[in-house]
């Protein structure tokens, strides 16, 4: 696997915040050192209170790309579902213009059946939401490549999911970034499997699809086993209304750390 430098994000979750404490959490966050701030696209809390206070990913990232200078913005991940695939594609050129070149387009299937029942979205089966989202990255792609003018660089395409068999199959033919769940040992396993389709798709995923996940506490205790399991994206999720960054400082020391040495 190509080596990659070890990058900390963390996903400021927008939920049970107002917009000014989301908007400072940004602000420390950039301050503090890490590589990326990611959101989520959901309508309603997903954890405590489901009907407690919630804002909307993509108009949030476009005031993200005006408040920041540095890091890399984007939403862990983008339903597929919310939205025409050409409009995401040109709602992400627009943000990665606003931002001058520093959008991942996250984006995944969907799965959240609240959002869907209570914002009028046909929630079908999860195989049907995987076969579109196979369907729609062409034509996110395409619109990408049409629109004048053209993206500042080549965004970045983020894949959140870790079905074996149909969705790894997406990210090999499409992923930038591939985002899995689960412990090292999981995120190992599906990291060969993808490397397989890659194989059959005739890809080199392990060369071109940087491998991310999601994770919490010491980083003494579980970054070293996520770095051999090939991840180099670590993100870890910080909810409101306090958007407490303590463990998001340790893992930017544990990165530091290991740069220096």
């Known amino acids: 696997m190509t080596k990659r430098p070890i990058r900390i994000a963390v996903q400021l979750q927008p939920q049970h915040a107002d917009y000014s404490q989301i908007r400072d959490a940004v602000l420390r966050a950039e301050d503090l050192g890490v590589d990326v701030i990611f959101n989520w696209d959901h309508f309603y809390p997903l954890y405590g209170d489901p009907d407690g206070k919630h804002f909307e990913c993509w108009t949030m990232l476009g005031a993200w790309a005006e408040q920041t200078e540095r890091v890399e913005i984007g939403a862990l991940v983008t339903c597929n579902s919310y939205r025409n695939p050409d409009l995401l594609a040109d709602m992400a050129r627009t943000v990665d213009h606003m931002s001058g070149g520093r959008l991942i387009l996250g984006v995944g299937a969907g799965w959240f059946e609240k959002d869907y029942d209570q914002f009028g979205y046909e929630f079908g089966t999860a195989g049907a939401r995987i076969k579109k989202l196979g369907e729609d990255l062409p034509r996110i792609k395409n619109r990408l490549a049409a629109g004048n003018p053209a993206p500042v660089r080549d965004i970045p395409i983020m894949i959140g999911g870790s079905g074996p068999k149909k969705t790894l199959r997406i ?49 003494a205790q579980q970054g070293q086993a996520m770095l051999d399991a090939g991840v180099t994206l670590l993100t870890i999720g910080v909810g409101g209304p306090d958007y407490d960054l303590s463990t998001v400082k340790e893992w930017i020391d544990w990165r530091d750390a290991r740069a220096a040495g």
């Open 171 to 219: 990210v090999a033919e499409h992923a930038d970034i591939w985002h899995g769940f689960g412990d090292a040992g999981t995120i190992a396993t599906k990291s060969a499997i993808l490397d397989q389709h890659g194989t059959d798709v005739g890809r080199d995923t392990a060369g071109l699809v940087e491998r991310s996940a999601g994770v919490d506490g010491d980083p």
